[in-house]
């Protein structure tokens, strides 16, 4: 491995494969734009990660173009882009690292593309200007607190791979309106979709078995949920302590009638 600045980014060479990974470095600032291959004494490499604090606490990044040939995003590798207010992750990555984008504060935009397969713990945590997103089907799995307290997050939709609604996935997401949960979904994890404020109505599948402790706990304006599935059914999931605290309705919507909560 050789570990060397070209054209003003610094990156680890791996001579054996033939890669390269974006590493951190003092004086990136503005726009940036991240080569797909670089060279070294004649030999390519192709950019394929951005490593783990690549860009973290870089207050003067602007934007950064990242290349198609980028796989995988690193821990911690945006954090606290306090001047970021955009980003696109290329078709080829599949994994964003934990806490990646964590305090991206001004990001009101990031687009998911169906490539990943992976969303770390706390990837978009404290984005607060985050306004919506998408989760492709292509994601089996989306980590604890990945959108924890994206107060200006209005809505969500989660694909058809996901299983599990991780622990304060989108925790005090207070501006929160619209969360759609798949069919695939089996499990919504400890406070997984509490404090969210302005939340005023949940469906929730049928295929759900599971719903963690404070789940739902302090959704203050949650006056509807609607479980597709029979009376029967919801008797049978696996309630945690507390997941409908102070939450105004009193009743759960089944196919064959409500039952009181």
Known sequence: MIEKTIKGIKYRLDEENLTAEVLPKKGYEGDIIIPETVVLKKVAYRVTSIGECAFADLASLTSIVIPESVTSIGYLAFCN??????????????????KAFDYCQRMTNINIPDS??????????GCSSLISIVIPDSVTSIGYRAFFECSSLMSVSIGNSVTTIEAETFYDCSSLTSITIPNSVTTIGYGAISYCTSLTSIVIPDSVTSIGEYAFSG???????????????????EVGDGWNNDIPTRVVHCTDGDVEI
């Open 81 to 98: 882009c306090s001047a970021l207010t955009a980003i696109t992750i290329p078709n080829g990555v599949t994994s964003i690292g934990e």
């Open 219 to 237: 959704c203050e304006s949650l006056t509807s949920i609607t479980f597709q599935g029979s009376i029967a059914q919801w008797k049978k999931i």
């Open 116 to 125: 990943v397969t992976t969303i770390g713990d706390g990837a978009f945590y």
